[in-house]
């Protein structure tokens, strides 16, 4: 089996660093690249074509529906997992419209984002319960 390839697109450095020591330490998966800067981020997905790109909402530079957007018309193939402390509905609702197929809090356990990632690529969508 192929491992899953992650890139993570947050302005928090240390949940950043976190997020991405979890997950490589998981077999099926790897973490291609990361970026605390949103417009980085977006040029790096795009050159490195991940499965899976874990997108915060709240940057100070972009907004989160706006790279959501833009990836996923640039690379419909990526599967975008919103990543956030924000548990709204209506974040929920707009992210899902823009092209997001996931929806994780922060405040998640590890198990839970494993099952957000895995069923994303699958081609399945996810939304944390």
């Given at each position: 089996?192929?491992?899953?390839?992650?890139?993570?697109?947050?302005?928090?450095?240390?949940?950043?660093?976190?997020?991405?020591?979890?997950?490589?330490?998981?077999?099926?998966?790897?973490?291609?690249?990361?970026?605390?800067?949103?417009?980085?981020?977006?040029?790096?997905?795009?050159?490195?074509?991940?499965?899976?790109?874990?997108?915060?909402?709240?940057?100070?530079?972009?907004n989160g529906l706006a790279v959501i957007s833009?990836?996923?018309?640039?690379?419909?193939d990526a599967g975008l997992i919103v990543f956030?402390?924000?548990?709204?509905?209506?974040?929920?609702?707009?992210?899902?419209?823009?092209?997001?197929?996931?929806?994780?809090?922060?405040?998640?356990?590890?198990?839970?984002?494993?099952?957000?990632?895995?069923?994303?690529?699958?081609g399945s969508g996810y939304l944390q319960a």
């Amino acid at each position: 089996m192929k491992a899953i390839r992650i890139y993570l697109i947050d302005d928090h450095h240390v949940l950043r660093q976190a997020v991405v020591a979890m997950l490589n330490e998981t077999e099926d998966i790897t973490v291609v690249g990361h970026s605390g800067d949103a417009r980085e981020g977006i040029t790096e997905v795009l050159a490195k074509r991940p499965h899976i790109v874990l997108v915060d909402l709240k940057m100070p530079d972009m907004n989160g529906l706006a790279v959501i957007s833009e990836i996923a018309t640039a690379a419909p193939d990526a599967g975008l997992i919103v990543f956030t402390m924000y548990d709204n509905p209506a974040y929920v609702w707009e992210t899902m419209s823009s092209g997001a197929r996931g929806y994780v809090l922060k405040s998640a356990d590890k198990q839970d984002l494993l099952r957000a990632v895995r069923a994303v690529a699958s081609g399945s969508g996810y939304l944390q319960a």
